[in-house]
């Protein structure tokens, strides 16, 4: 089992900047690819940026490339996601998700962590 902790989100106006966290624990391993997902207000969860490995060419859905930086530091067990530039339309609970690399579908995720862009 792999238990996921997010953190970092708040509010902000529109063009300000947060950096969300994941802390990873439990049957962690850096063979998890990892991502970051979001869900709007009446809408469904979209994927925003993924990564499998340190030196991997990330992810990121086009409403979000140029504005957000995914990394991720296995030393530490920790994702992050970088979002400057920040628009109302960003609002949303952003979630962190984990599988293995063998598996196709995300099998862990946090419990979300709030983020809201004014205008």
């Known amino acids: 089992q792999v238990q996921l902790v997010e953190s970092g989100g708040g509010s902000v106006q529109a063009g300000g900047s947060l950096r969300l966290s994941c802390a990873a624990s439990?049957?962690?391993?850096?063979?998890?690819?990892m991502a970051w997902f979001r869900q709007a207000p009446g809408k469904e969860r979209e994927f925003v940026a993924g990564?499998?490995?340190?030196?991997?060419?990330?992810n990121y859905v086009d409403s979000v490339k140029g504005r957000f930086t995914i990394s991720r530091d296995d030393a530490k067990n920790t994702m992050y996601l970088q979002m400057n530039s920040l628009k109302p339309e960003d609002t949303a609970v952003y979630y962190c998700?984990?599988?293995?690399?063998?598996?196709?579908?995300?099998?862990?995720w946090g419990q979300g962590t709030q983020v809201t862009v004014s205008s």
């Open positions: 990564i499998r490995w340190i030196g991997d060419a990330p």
């Open positions: 439990g049957r962690t391993s850096s063979n998890s690819a």
């Open positions: 998700a984990a599988r293995p690399r063998t598996v196709p579908m995300y099998t862990y």
